[in-house]
């Protein structure tokens, strides 16, 4: 994260993980409407993923469920184990009780497809707040 010791603005960093074009363009432009200090970054798929975030610092994640190869929660669980307190959404127009209680036991959130702007402001509310804790 980049930030002034001036207590300024921190850079942080969201990679948009969908096989859809059209849906990471959704995502990234609900995010530039509520975060538009936030770098964005895209991966097609989960090994596309891990590569990104090998390369890049990433901050916090919003993942596709319904993807070819690893699904969005393998991913998660190994972003998760990779980093612990990363703020994670799984977004999925696939709403059942089994994929969002997988979600939540990898301490991620499940935010329903059609995306919201009040969906995905709940969820980086709580990103934010996550970050700022971990940055104290």
Request: proline fraction near 4%.
């Amino acid at each position: 994260m980049v930030g002034s010791e001036d207590g300024g603005t921190v850079q942080h960093t969201a990679l948009i993980v969908d096989d859809s074009k059209l849906a990471r363009m959704v995502v990234a432009k609900a995010l530039g409407r509520l975060r538009p200090d936030w770098l964005l970054m895209e991966a097609t798929d989960a090994d596309d993923a891990l590569a990104r975030v090998k390369e890049q610092a990433v901050h916090v994640a919003l993942i596709d469920f319904n993807m070819p190869g690893t699904d969005g929660l393998s991913l998660a669980a190994d972003l998760r184990k990779l980093w612990p307190a990363m703020p994670i959404a799984i977004i999925s127009a696939n709403v059942q009780d089994e994929i969002i209680a997988r979600a939540r036991a990898l301490d991620a959130t499940f935010v329903p497809k059609p995306l919201t702007d009040d969906a995905l402001g709940s969820f980086l509310s709580g990103a934010t707040l996550r970050l700022r804790r971990g940055a104290a």
